[in-house]
């Protein structure tokens, strides 16, 4: 085997294609995080984006996107925003990591929702864990019997929200879709806001965050785009979600709604809107992405696995980076492992959010409600 490296920005037509090829003919692939247009974007925001082609005899039998960092530190590509990572390759492809690792430069490469069982990094893989997935591939009504078996109250509760939400702020209704930029605007004011609250790093801080979403929205393509929905009451914007899908998986990934109408759950009633009419969009599933909040456990019909892990080649730069990352690594599994620690720990980052609240006062809903005319 032979293996280059380059930006993907740099890949030809027919290496795009082959791309493209490769995640279709395997379904553990299909996720708009492996796609080609994701690390196209990547690439045009980030000088340390790389992507390692792999040649076998004369064909491309994979490609492994990855971000390379100082002293070779690699990690996945889109890190901390992206929920699904791997080699996007031939089936079964048996390429030795390190092998890989020496060929991209890098000397150590942490994974923690690499596409669980590929050969290259199984060996290497210390947990596997379920990522809950809303499936509609028997369609939408066997999805929503499945949440009703979940939870029955959960369902009643928020079927009865719903309606006082329409009937005490107007008819409900999805834009599946939607091109606009103002609403897009919205949510991620709404979203930077709930991290503020929940006291989380405010990831819209950072202008290339908010660029590469803009780029996503704007993405339209049969197998790879953006996806915004906006739930409404009326005339008013209420919860929306923004994601990425291919021909047939939607991610979740930036979901929000207006605090001003939180006894509604809005949040929720969005995606049970949504999920009917990515049913009918030709989705098969949702990939919620693995632990979190209680609602996925309520809201998903089945599960994929990713897997936590690291590979490293011998150098003094991967010994502090394991020295540096394992007691962090450690204490996320316990904490996620048992859930009266997250909830503990996510009453903690809710303090301390209310308490920067009220130290550096905001009022993000002012701008939102001005520019939509609402009262």
């Known amino acids: 085997m032979n293996i280059q490296v380059t930006r993907p920005g740099e890949l030809g ?19 708009p995080f492996l796609s080609v247009e994701f690390a ?23 490609f492994f996107p990855f971000e390379r960092h100082a002293f070779g530190i690699g990690k996945p590509l889109g890190g901390f925003l992206t929920t699904y990572h791997g080699l996007i390759s031939e089936p079964g492809l048996r390429l030795p990591a390190k092998e890989l690792l020496r060929a991209c430069g890098l000397t150590v490469y942490e994974f923690d929702h690499l596409v669980a ?7 290497y893989e210390t947990d596997v864990r379920p990522a809950a997935v809303m499936d509609f591939s028997a369609g939408f009504d066997a999805w929503l019997a499945q ?33 606009d930029a103002g609403e897009l605007d919205l949510l991620l004011r709404w979203k930077s806001d709930q991290y503020r609250r929940t006291g989380r790093v405010d990831r819209f801080a950072q202008p290339w965050i908010v660029e590469l979403t803009r780029q996503m929205h704007a993405e339209r393509s049969p197998d790879f785009s953006g996806v915004l929905t906006m739930l409404y009451a ?32 809005p949040g929720i009633v969005h995606h049970l809107h949504m999920a009917r009419r990515a049913c009918e969009a030709g989705i098969r599933q949702v990939d919620m992405g693995k632990g979190g ?65 009220h130290l550096h006062p905001q009022s993000p809903n002012a701008a939102t409600k001005q520019q939509w005319g609402v009262r």
């Open 147 to 179: 949440v009703q078996k979940n939870s029955p109250k959960n369902l009643k509760t928020v079927r009865y929200k719903e309606r006082k939400l329409a009937r005490e702020q107007g008819p409900l209704r999805l834009e599946w879709n939607s091109a």
């Open 293 to 357: 909040k209680e609602y996925k456990d309520w809201l998903k019909s089945g599960v994929v696995y990713v897997s936590e892990g690291r590979v490293s080649r011998p150098s003094p730069a991967a010994a502090v980076h394991w020295i540096g990352r394992t007691p962090f690594t450690k204490a996320r599994t316990i904490v996620l492992d048992r859930p009266s620690l997250y909830k503990a720990a996510d009453r903690v980052l809710k303090s301390f959010g209310r308490l920067r609240s």
């Open 13 to 31: 037509a027919a290496e795009r294609s082959r791309w493209r090829e490769l995640q279709k003919a395997d379904p553990s692939l299909d996720n």
């Open 234 to 265: 009326g005339d008013t914007p209420v919860a929306g979600h923004f994601g990425l899908r291919t021909a047939t998986t939607l991610v979740g990934w930036f979901p929000a709604y207006d605090t001003d109408f939180a006894r509604y759950s």
């Open 117 to 123: 069982g590929q050969p290259t990094f199984t060996p």
């Open 40 to 62: 196209l974007a990547m690439d045009r925001l980030r000088d340390y984006v790389r992507v390692a082609v792999v040649h076998d005899g004369g064909r491309i039998a994979g």
